[in-house]
């Protein structure tokens, strides 16, 4: 757990405190409040035994951290402007009140321990949110495609449901398992992470991670149920994403130690089933729909590199085989913009040759964007240019998605 460590001890445990009378009391500061004390915040120990991990510098943001986005601060644990009010300006300021000063200081640290406890930002945290918005899209292609969808309350209740299962349930189900088979590589990535830095116990991990995976399964099951199925199709999508969620985190399979099976496994999580799942609630899933989403998830096989560079180091520490890793970094960033561009062009050219020209090109003009900014950020430096460089072009390829879906629309 975070530990906050300062040179000097807390005053109520401290035997070297005594106070004969007032005078000498108010006459000597005491040494817990001393503006060159320096407050250090460090990370616990973990079970690698890779000694004491030093927290990342205060730059970013509490929101990054909380939404999940890699490289953010530990602002979800604590706040440098709060720890300096109550622990260092509070106290210096009560000082001279005697026991009061004490109180205070010891009130102060109850609020900061409440402040930075608290577990529903953490678990929040472990669910990644900011890795949700795709699962969401793909249902959003999915109801498109099937061509039943209409805007009704029902139809836009069972979306909503769609949504809720394969966003905040199965991806935050998938995304804590992952977390708590990454906690050694974290710990040498981002220490500031829940689970290596001890701001969540292993009972607490594994309670979430239950109760996501069944609260996911059970409203697949709801959804084929609302949606009339006579075999319940949504239900073993949703397991099936499920157990390949487990293979790709965990031992003995673990498929994120190959760079290829692994990130193809993630983009048909994160590209074939929602939409699969869409499309059946609404719809029948049909075979040239199954191929084209497929061929679209190695598009997601190259989105999902481009979350390795950050990680070269911990992956190769650990042994695994990420393409940065097994590649070099030169290699990985060409075979991850041909991996995205390669597999669009494929599916205009598709939809070229199925009789629908218009949006073929509205595909390609999609397409075009992605790859001036692939020149202008991520070929450059994948590793400085990754985050504004899915901002700026993956907006493009999940539209793409989209008019992909309308064309297939049934």
């Known amino acids: 757990m975070v530990t906050l460590v300062n040179n000097a001890p807390l005053p109520w445990l401290s035997n070297t405190t005594t106070r004969s009378n007032s005078s000498n009391f108010r006459t000597s500061r005491p040494n817990f409040v001393s503006p060159k004390r320096r407050l250090v915040v460090r990370a616990a120990e973990t079970e690698t035994d890779q000694g004491k991990l030093q927290a990342p510098s205060a730059s970013g943001s509490s929101i990054n951290q909380l939404l999940g986005i890699k490289g953010a601060a530990q602002e979800t644990f604590y706040r440098r402007g709060l720890l300096e009010l109550f622990l260092v300006r509070l106290p210096s300021l009560l000082y001279s009140l005697d026991v009061l000063s004490l109180l205070a200081y010891q009130a102060a640290v109850l609020c900061i321990i409440c402040l930075t406890t608290n577990k529903w930002k953490i678990r929040l945290q472990l669910m990644k949110p900011v890795t949700w918005p795709p699962l969401v899209w793909g249902v959003v292609c999915g109801a498109a495609a099937s061509g039943n969808f209409h805007w009704n309350l029902e139809d836009v209740a069972k979306s909503i449901l769609c949504m809720l299962m394969s ?204 790859v001036v900014f692939q020149f202008q950020y991520f070929l450059k430096d994948p590793i400085k240019y990754d985050v504004k460089y899915q901002a700026s072009a993956q907006p493009f390829l999940v539209l793409g998605l989209l008019v992909t879906a309308l064309a297939m629309n049934h």
């Open 167 to 370: 966003g905040p349930c199965l991806t935050g189900y998938t995304q804590t398992l992952n977390d708590w088979y990454d906690r050694e590589i974290d710990a040498i990535n981002e220490p500031y992470r829940p689970i290596p830095s001890g701001a969540i116990s292993e009972n607490e991990v594994t309670t979430q991670i239950w109760l996501l995976l069944l609260g996911g399964l059970g409203i697949a099951g709801v959804l084929d149920v609302w949606a009339g199925h006579k075999f319940p199709i949504i239900f073993y999508l949703a397991l099936g994403g499920s157990l390949l969620s487990y293979i790709y985190s965990a031992p003995p399979l673990k498929l994120k130690q190959n760079g290829w099976t692994g990130n193809f496994a993630l983009g048909a999580s994160y590209i074939s089933l929602p939409w699969w799942a869409g499309q059946a609630l609404f719809g029948t899933l049909t075979p040239d729909i199954i191929v084209l989403t497929i061929l679209y998830s190695t598009a997601g096989l190259g989105i999902a590199i481009i979350n390795d560079f950050k990680s070269i180091e911990g992956d190769r520490a650990m042994g695994l085989q990420s393409l940065p890793v097994a590649f070099g970094v030169d290699a990985a960033k060409w075979l991850c913009v041909g991996a995205i561009d390669i597999t669009q062009l494929s599916v205009a050219g598709y939809l070229l040759g199925a009789g629908k020209p218009y949006y073929a090109l509205t595909l390609l003009g999609l397409i075009i964007p992605q």
